[in-house]
């Protein structure tokens, strides 16, 4: 029986594989609204949910360089961390800056990883807009079977709303950032490219909708524009 395909893109197709990542780790911050805003409320509530010197497991579906695994381990120094992602040159990036104690690397698309195993904390923050609507439901059904009882899922990403008055102005203002951020035309051209065409976006609350119908417990903590912190609780 074959599987359908639920990840809308590629890394090719995403150019990751030709970013340096210094590049990158400047340009995604740069590109995502208040992409440093999102990570220290996941900072914060580590820092206040967490032992600093406990031994606990974490999964980071799309890790990319490793962003926001290292601001994770910097409260949690002991953490044992997976990453994901489908690009070998994200992943390189991420073991630069985290090294390999304590850190597995894994090259898949985290689509199609089995649903078994016992993590304390899970990570998808700025790719799940690029599965499909039915491919998100998957996952979060997916992610709540990875984690233990009490576990955390921070899912951050870019999301829309139902009301089209409302996803309208959030979509202009997420283009007048890129044009104010960018630092060159080119990286402009790329990223708007990228949000017009490879995003596929849900309405944020179907997907609390279909986050609570796997089984969590939701609470929103940042919604700005287009960019969303929903912490996942099972």
């Given amino acids: ?21 210094t590049k990158y780790d400047r340009d995604i911050v740069n590109s995502i609204p208040f992409h440093e805003e999102l990570h220290r409320h996941i900072q ?10 406990g031994t ?6 799309g890790a990319g360089t490793g ?3 290292a601001i994770v381990r910097e409260v949690l ?3 044992k961390f ?25 090259l898949k698309d985290y689509a199609n990883l089995p649903a078994k195993s016992d993590y304390d904390i899970a990570i998808a923050v700025i790719g799940v807009h690029h599965q499909t609507h039915e491919g998100k439901r998957k996952l979060f059904k997916k992610i709540y079977r990875l984690l233990k009882p009490g ?3 921070f899912f951050g990403d870019l999301m829309t709303h139902r009301d089209k008055v409302k996803a309208a102005h959030a979509q202009a203002l997420h283009f007048h950032h890129l044009v104010q951020k960018s630092t060159d035309q080119k990286t402009l051209a790329e990223w708007a490219h990228h949000h017009l065409f490879l995003n596929n976006l849900a309405p944020i609350e179907d997907q609390i909708e279909w986050l609570k119908d796997a089984g969590f417990t939701v609470k929103p903590v940042l919604l700005k524009w287009n ?5 996942c609780k099972k």
């Fill in 1 to 21: 029986m074959k599987i359908a395909k639920t990840t809308n893109v590629t890394s090719s197709s995403l150019n990751y594989d030709r970013y340096s990542m």
């Fill in 44 to 53: 914060e509530y580590v820092k206040k949910h967490y032992k600093k010197d």
């Fill in 56 to 61: 606990y497991s974490v999964i980071d579906l």
């Fill in 67 to 69: 962003l926001t695994s």
């Fill in 77 to 79: 120094p002991n953490a």
């Fill in 82 to 106: 997976d990453l994901v992602d489908f690009s070998k040159q994200m992943l390189a990036g991420a073991k630069k800056k985290l090294g390999t104690k304590n850190v597995n690397y894994i």
């Fill in 151 to 153: 576990g955390v899922f």
């Fill in 227 to 231: 960019t969303a912190l929903l912490i």
